[in-house]
């Protein structure tokens, strides 16, 4: 489907329904709106090549489209793929694009779409193209694809019948297939800093599309959404939309005004990015010396995650403890080598 065609966006696909959530309103318009990632914005990159007009790369003149026939080789669009956590400007990237850029924009989701969809869009494309109008493909949670589906897009990828932007929070060294890979070029986003995180939430308090400055946040409370939120700005304006919630209810006749004990009424529990069978699993836990050495006494980094996680309840141990922690699993001993 058209990102164009959506109900509840403008014209380029920004949603602009009142009841949308919060995250979601306040989605950077611009690349100025845009809170860190700027390694992946210097001028010249792939990336920054895709979110800005078409027509300048043309020196074409102002609404115009950009014809696929009409740009220097050396001009051409690649492929991307984006890596990172959750909440860091992923889908926001795959926005400013369509904003941006003079090329038609499709986005299609891996939860839902499929081979058929897939055939679909390039095959429109492939018609577009013919008529000197360029596709940009926008595939979300592209690691949910199968085998099969990766590789149907790995022609229209080849022959650039399409400019594909995938974007994913699994390590795509083992959730996308290595063909795919090396016909894209891999883009990975750093985790969001606490400041990028702090300028956030002061834009979505004051701006029109936001809170619209119908409530004020004391400054711990603006550091507890920050500490909360960790990296991910979805996070933190999920917990800033409940917590004006919250204080809106309660019609006080007093200024609405957010405080910690409101951000831990909304949400007390600062949630830990870890899945049992992926790679946070081993990131967290390949840190650790005890994941090395059993009997090293260094703290074991990993455990607090452990802890929250999944594992908890199937990680068991015979040896008593009043502690909630769980028991590093020893590892086997190395065996040495010899030749």
Known sequence: MDLFESAGTDEVGIPTDSHAPLAVRMRPRTLDELQGQAHLLTPGSPLRRLVEPAEATLHSQPGTRASATSRHPGAALSSVILWGPPGTGKTTLAYLVAR???????????????????????????????AGEETVLFIDEVHRFS??????????????????IAATTENP???????????????????????????????????ERGLAGAVRVTEEAREQIVRMAGSDARK?????????????????????????????????????RYDRAGDQHYDVRGRSPLSRS???????????CVTTGPETSTTTSSAPSSSPCVVPIPTPPCTTWHA
């Open 100 to 130: 941006g850029s003079g090329r038609r924009f499709v986005e299609l989701s891996a939860v839902t779409a499929g081979v058929k969809d897939v055939r679909a869009v390039v095959t429109d494309a492939r018609r577009r193209l013919a």
């Open 147 to 164: 085998r099969s589906q990766q590789d149907a897009l790995l022609p229209s990828v080849e022959n650039r019948w399409v400019t594909l």
């Open 173 to 207: 060294s083992f959730s996308v297939v290595s063909p795919l890979l090396s016909r894209s070029l891999l883009l990975t986003l750093h985790p969001l800093g606490a400041d990028d995180i702090g300028c956030l939430v002061d834009r979505a308090v004051n701006d």
């Open 236 to 272: 933190a304006l999920t917990v800033l939309e409940a917590a004006a919630g919250t204080v809106l209810a309660r019609e006080t006749g007093e200024e609405p005004l957010i405080k910690v004990a409101d951000i831990e009424q909304a949400a007390d529990v600062a949630a830990v």
């Open 294 to 304: 059993p009997t090293s006494s260094r703290p074991p980094m990993w455990r607090p």
